[in-house]
């Protein structure tokens, strides 16, 4: 073997791993550059989003006044049930034969 196939043989047996090496830097400098880019677009998202201990405190607030109603209404139909039950019999079989013929309206 002469020496100017050993010099061809050692390049080509150094580029595999060199070629590797290539490949790999290429890919770290890539990976790197898109990692930072998502950095970016969380840091942004959540620097720009609204307040959300506000909002939730807005929700709960919210659904405080909803039961508040909801239980209002319930104390008022309460109310009128004992009112119908104290005027006697005669009003009660009057509401449940208008209940009666509302439910045979085709």
Wanted: charged residues 25%.
């Amino acid at each position: 073997m002469t020496a100017t196939e050993q010099v061809a043989a050692l390049i080509r047996l150094a580029m595999v791993p060199l070629g590797a090496v290539i490949m790999f830097g290429v890919a770290w400098v890539v990976l790197r550059s898109v990692s930072r880019q998502i950095r970016r677009r969380v840091e942004q998202s959540l620097s720009a989003g609204p307040d959300w201990n506000q909002r939730f405190d807005d929700l709960q607030a919210a659904v405080e006044a909803i039961a508040f109603e909801v239980e209002r209404i319930g104390e008022i139909e309460r109310f009128a049930v004992q009112r119908i039950a104290r005027r006697g019999p005669a009003v009660s079989s009057a509401i449940r034969a208008d209940r009666a013929g509302a439910d045979n309206i085709d």
